[in-house]
């Protein structure tokens, strides 16, 4: 790294809460692993800063206050704040997890035309906001890390960004704790969450499940007669049945990918799903529309996947993952490796390429035009 560099990354929070700002405190963990510590500690520009999230000992933590303007506002003020404050804290290479303009490294995990497009809503005024936000982003970066092959070819036809601007890093997950039991473990899992030795369960991870497709499973599973139980984990269905099941918002969620069959995602739009990753890495397999960015990262033993929307498809799928229920899924079907210490350091690749470009003074600092 070039002597006198200062990083800095910028997300709408640090704490625990989506998934970008999951990706930005892995990337804080990872960059202190790096030596990014003391002095050379990086920058943290959110809205929001969780002063108990071990995370913000380890960076420069600094709050840009949006709370006093109406919410159609805070993007773009943000936006306008950051400038100011990253020249104040002499920053060199951003990496930025939310639409922010100057962000040298602009991280791609999601574009809101994309999401429009698949899921069919019509652009509102809060919408076109967000999109010249991100315009202006993909626009002013030197570099534009997309999270998923998927996301490369929505920035090329829906934003016409050039493919040599764009670097594809699947986002890294966590390998001490998503990770198989023993069977043994696994059986004591399977009776903690009341899953009995003859159900086959397809876990269901959601918050929103509108979003994530639960209604689509319902009606392909509906009077099938497939002995399967759909485990719903985190927020409650408006209802349950015979065949959906809610287990609670299972804060342990490597537990349920580790007691459940396979894990069932619906999704009219998923630019990664980490949830996959995580699932396979716990040796659950699992059954996706071919959207869910993920699909491209996951070796063919370890999903069954269908076409998007397509109750019929999805049914199949199912018919298809229970005839090869016996599986072995390990680490190994995960395409890519997996480790924060691997994406960081080809996070840093990219910023000692941009810093090679910015002027350096005398004595070997680096100088912003």
């Known amino acids: 790294m070039r002597a006198g560099m200062k990083v800095a990354i910028s997300a709408n929070a640090l704490k625990l809460s989506g998934g970008l700002e999951r990706y930005a405190l892995d990337l804080i963990r990872g960059f202190n692993a ?15 800063i ?9 960076v420069d933590a600094r709050r840009i206050n949006v709370s006093f303007l109406p ?17 104040k804290a002499r920053v060199d290479v951003l990496i930025g997890c939310n639409r922010v303009e100057s962000s040298e490294i602009a991280i791609c995990g999601g574009t809101h035309i994309g999401f429009l497009a698949a899921t069919g809503r019509r ?36 934003y016409g960004i050039a493919d040599t601007k764009i670097r594809v890093l699947y986002p890294p997950v966590d390998s001490t704790r998503f990770s198989p039991v023993p069977d043994e473990k696994r059986g004591e899992l399977r009776k903690q969450f009341g899953f009995a030795d003859h159900e086959i369960v397809l876990l269901f991870p959601s918050s929103s499940h509108e979003r994530k497709g639960l209604p689509l499973i319902e009606a392909a599973l509906r009077a099938s007669g497939l002995p399967v139980v759909v485990a719903v984990a985190g927020r409650p269905p408006a209802q349950t ?8 918002y299972a804060k ?9 069959d396979f894990t069932v995602l619906a999704s ?10 995580e699932s396979v890495m716990c040796g659950t397999p699992v059954i996706f529309p071919t959207s869910v960015g993920c699909c ?12 998007p929307g397509d109750a019929d498809d999805l049914r199949n799928a199912v018919r298809r993952a229970l005839d090869a229920k016996n599986t072995h899924v390990t680490a190994a079907s995960i395409l890519y490796d997996t480790s924060i210490a691997a994406h960081v350091s080809a996070l840093l690749t990219l910023a000692e390429g941009i810093a090679a470009d910015m002027p350096v003074s005398a004595s070997g600092s680096i100088q912003r035009a």
């Open 296 to 307: 491209s990262a996951i070796a063919e033993n370890a999903k069954f996947t269908f076409k």
């Open 252 to 260: 342990n969620i490597e537990d349920a990918y580790r007691a459940a």
């Open 123 to 158: 652009e509102r005024r809060s919408d076109s906001r967000q999109i010249v936000l991100e315009r202006l982003q993909y626009e002013q970066a030197s570099v534009i890390v997309a999270h998923s092959d998927m996301m490369r070819d929505e920035l090329r036809s829906l």
């Open 34 to 48: 790096a030596g990014f510590a003391g002095e050379r500690k990086p920058v943290f520009f959110a809205r929001k």
């Open 241 to 248: 049945s015979e065949q959906v099941r809610y287990i609670g």
């Open 50 to 58: 969780d002063p108990s999230q071990p995370e913000s000992q380890m």
């Open 71 to 87: 919410s159609r506002l805070r993007d773009t003020y943000f936006n306008w704040a950051l400038k100011r404050s990253r020249k």
């Open 268 to 277: 009219k739009y998923e630019p990664f799903g980490l949830v996959g990753i």
